[in-house]
């Protein structure tokens, strides 16, 4: 089984806003497979699937972004799941708008809601999917009204084929393995 989380904030006042990037992969994921998020279940909303051979768990937490890792855990430790089982989808500030990249493991890179996770798994050891929301413009506008913004009409087409794509390379993850997705996603697909 792997479990895919797509990060963001609940509620419809952050629908659709940078920080919930991993919430909109993970909605056009279930689209594109047929599948419904639609159980809350330990703290997340969740929804299950067959992809070929491999069972799918589909998450969005609704602890709050940095308090992601609460309802991971809790997904994992049901499941009887380790961290190489896992993939996270998030926002990145570092990467351009419309932006992939997709790593085996690593750090959090400032992002709490990837911090929350790590500290709570107990393991760097999982797969991330980052769709790049780029930084602001105006050195003095703050990092926090950035991410809990909406995409400008510029980014817009950026973010929603980066949003297709992120869904269809967790298919090849899925199908075809992490290394196969990274070859082909990992490229500048901007």
């Known amino acids: 089984m792997w479990l895919v989380v797509g990060l963001g904030n609940p509620g419809p006042e952050y629908a659709r806003t940078r920080h919930n990037v991993g919430f909109m992969v993970v909605d056009r994921l279930a689209m594109d497979l047929g599948l419904k998020i639609d159980r809350v279940f330990l703290r997340a909303l969740v929804g299950q699937g067959q992809v070929g051979d491999r069972r799918l768990l589909l998450a969005k937490p ?16 049901w499941y009887g799941l380790t961290p190489a089982e896992l993939l996270v989808v998030s926002d990145d500030l570092d990467l351009p708008a419309g932006r992939l990249r997709l790593r085996k493991s690593g750090g959090h890179g400032g992002h709490k809601g990837l911090q929350s996770i790590i500290e709570l798994v107990g393991s760097r050891e999982f797969a991330r999917l980052r769709i790049g ?22 980014e817009s087409p950026l973010i929603e084929k980066a949003v297709a ?26």
């Open 165 to 190: 794509d992120a869904s269809s390379a967790i298919q090849v993850v899925l199908t075809r393995g992490l290394d196969a997705a990274m070859n082909i996603f990992n490229a500048s697909r901007v």
């Open 133 to 154: 929301i780029g930084r602001p413009s105006d050195p003095g506008y703050e990092v926090v009204d950035w991410v809990l913004g909406r995409f400008t009409e510029e």
């Open 62 to 77: 609704l602890t709050w972004m940095n308090k992601s890792g609460e309802a991971v855990t809790a997904l994992m430790r």
